[in-house]
Nanobody, 132 residues
Framework: QAQLVESGGGVVQAGGSLRLSCAIS????????MAWFRQAPGKEREFVAH????????????DYADSVKGRFTIDRDIAKNTVNLQMNSLKPEDTAVYYC?????????????????????WGQGTQVTVSS
């Protein structure tokens, strides 16, 4: 059974930074994309960022929700088999539970990785709270 374990959440003041990390037990070759989603109380789970592989992770490409572009950065450490989310200039509206996800299907259209329905494996989530 695949395991994804997030870490790095916490409480930070507006304007501050946090770095989330997700350790993955799946083989890199079986993963086509990794993503971060978030869910605030009373809201649906929403896409934050994804990183998708090209040539078995020799290269990769990224995409972000408009609300986090220029503030968040997703990256992949192949050697450690982790995916990370660097979050800068945090705002109170970024407060949510953040989930790491892995997709084992290849979609040629990158936008398909914006939907949580296209990710099979999920972490347990980590709380991020941004105070004003």
């Amino acid at each position: 059974q695949a395991q994804l374990v997030e870490s790095g959440g916490g409480v930070v003041q507006a304007g501050g930074s946090l770095r989330l990390s997700c350790a993955i037990s799946l083989r890199a070759s079986s993963i086509y994309a990794m993503a971060w989603f978030r869910q605030a109380p009373g809201k649906e789970r929403e896409f934050v960022a994804h990183i998708r592989r090209w040539n078995n992770w020799e290269t990769s490409s990224t995409d972000y929700a408009d609300s986090v572009k220029g503030r968040f950065t997703i990256d992949r450490d192949i050697a450690k088999n982790t995916v990370n989310l660097q979050m800068n200039s945090l705002k109170p509206e970024d407060t949510a539970v953040y989930y790491c996800a892995a997709a084992d299907l290849l979609y040629k259209i990158g936008a398909y990785y914006h939907s949580h329905r296209n990710f099979r494996y999920w972490g347990q989530g980590t709380q991020v709270t941004v105070s004003s």
